[in-house]
Every structure is written in C-alpha cells, then in structure tokens.
C-alpha cells in the first residue's frame, strides 16, 4: 500500500529515481532545501511499500494582504508507478492545504508538448489561463502553458481562454 508523508532533509538523497524522467525538472540542492524550508507542508511524497519514493509534490503560496494563491512548482512520479492516479491524490493534497490557506487559485505550469500531463490536469479542473513563451529554456526552448484552477474562494476570479494554440 503507497503511503504519502512529508518530504525530509533525509529524502533528498533518496528521491533521484522520481527525476529520470525527461520531461521532470531537476533543481539544484539548494532550490530543494529552500522550498522545504519555506514551505514544509506542502513537499510531500508517496512511498511504496518498501519505502521507495515513488513520486513527490512541490508546492508553495504566494501572494500578499487578502490575495493569496497556490502554485505546484513540481509534480513528479516515478515511470513504474504511473496510470495509478498518485498524481491526482498529490495535487487534491496541495489543492486542500492552498483551500485552508484561503487562496483564490493554484497555478501550475505544463511544457505545451507534455499532453499527458496537460490532459491529467485538464481532468482535474485546470484549465490554460495563457501561455508563456520559451518558458523552459534548453536545446530547444519551449512555451508553457499557465495553467489554474479556481478554488472555492472566488469562482469568478479566473476565466478560462478558449483558444490555447
């Protein structure tokens, strides 16, 4: 049975299986130490049996005064415990502490040739608020799509864009 728990200092070394997949963003040390710093409660991971990390969440909120919002930075599950819907029970996990948080959205940002992942977040509620170009920077540089979902502290905040071409 998969157990999700908070993330650890200790987990750092133990989390690199969940980021051999191309299309997941590698940080340095200190990006990683400075989120679960900041924002503990919202590093999270799912564990086999054996104690494996088998997938995490990165999230943190921003915003100032009354304006608050969610943000997934990462989202991540290892290849061979994909198509189980960890990613799904993740980010419902981020999504409730960014509700008590009393925030007005959760934003996220998808590379525009990820389909798998822009379809599991389209599944959930997200849609594409705009779409950044040459977001992620590399070989080839590539847009983004901004994705949100509103959440139940103002609906009508966030209008979805019909055309994302």
């Not at 996220?108 to 389209?122: E, G, H, P």
């Not at 590539?142 to 979902?149: H, N």
Request: glycine share 4%.
């Amino acid at each position: 049975m998969t157990a999700f728990r908070p993330f650890t200092c200790d987990d750092l070394f133990k989390f690199n299986n969940v980021n051999f997949d191309p299309l997941t963003e590698t940080y340095n040390l200190t990006f990683y130490t400075q989120y679960l710093a900041k924002w503990p409660e919202l590093f999270y991971l799912a564990e086999s049996p054996n104690e494996h990390i088998i997938g995490y969440i990165i999230g943190k909120v921003e915003g100032e005064d009354d304006n608050w919002h969610g943000h997934v930075t990462t989202l991540s599950i290892s290849p061979d415990y994909r198509r189980l819907g960890l990613a799904a029970l993740l980010m419902k996990f981020l999504e409730n502490l960014t509700e008590k948080k009393h925030a007005y959205f959760v934003d996220l940002f998808v590379r525009k040739s990820n389909k798998l992942a822009f379809d599991i977040y389209t599944k959930m509620g997200y849609f594409v608020f705009r779409t950044i170009r040459d977001y992620y920077r590399g070989d080839q540089d590539e847009d983004a799509y901004d994705m949100r979902k509103a959440l139940s502290c103002d609906k009508s905040l966030i209008q979805p864009v019909r055309d994302h071409n």
